[in-house]
T-cell receptor, first 110, second 116 residues
């Protein structure tokens, strides 16, 4: 089993739709969680950190479920510009080790 | 967010030559930086962890004599691809951990290497 797993997609959704991605992790000692987006042929960019209580940034909501060991990303009112690959990143405190998921491809269609 | 700068963005070289890529943290000190490579339509692959003032830690299967990493200061790490071959052509990306926050990684812009 991979340490961090994501559905690779692609998720093809119409503009305005709500879409959700999940990411599961296997190490129960994981402490820090992040969502990044990566556009084609570009570097990953931090979208948001994921906090235990869940957090929201505009149309994006991230949640953490420690009991089931997954994090989620919800995108509301999808825009064409949201088309990208979304990477889940998990880190274990004190190790400086970051584990990347393989990414979920999102394509928002006009 | 924090800024990590990588240079050069693009490099084309002849087979057998060496190429150096620089990664700088511009507004914070990074004791640890990471180097990745990414092939088209594939996920990031961690190559090595660069530690300031000490030897880098390489991932399994990554040749340390081929991919030389130097982290001589708290703001600069370099990756040198030695005796490059066409199969080394890839997108190389560095990242650094921002110690001021919850540990987010910030990435350089990436360096696209093409070996002829």
């Amino acid at each position: 089993r991979k340490e961090v797993e994501q559905d690779p997609g692609p998720f093809n959704v119409p503009e305005g739709a709500t879409v959700a991605f999940n990411c599961t992790y296997s190490n129960s000692a994981s402490q820090s969680f992040f969502w990044y987006r990566q556009d084609c042929r570009k570097e990953p960019k931090l979208l948001m950190s994921v906090y235990s209580s869940g957090n929201e940034d505009g149309r994006f909501t991230a949640q953490l479920n420690r009991a089931s060991q997954y994090i989620s990303l919800l995108i509301r009112d999808s825009k064409l510009s949201d088309s990208a690959t979304y990477l889940c990143v998990v880190s274990t405190s004190g190790t400086y080790k970051y584990i990347f998921g393989t990414g979920t491809r999102l394509k928002v269609l006009a | 967010g924090a800024v990590v700068s990588q240079h050069p963005s693009w490099v084309i070289c002849k087979s057998g030559t060496s190429v150096k890529i620089e990664c700088r943290s511009l507004d914070f000190q990074a004791t640890t930086m990471f180097w990745y490579r990414q092939f088209p339509k594939q996920s990031l692959m961690l190559m090595a962890t660069s530690n300031e003032g000490s030897k880098a830690t390489y991932e399994q299967g990554v040749e340390k004599d081929k991919f030389l990493i130097n982290h001589a200061s708290l703001t600069l790490s370099t990756l040198t691809v030695t005796s490059a071959h066409p199969e080394d052509s890839s997108f190389y990306i560095c990242s650094a951990r921002d110690p001021r926050g919850p540990g987010e990684l910030f990435f350089g812009e990436g360096s696209r290497l093409t070996v002829l």
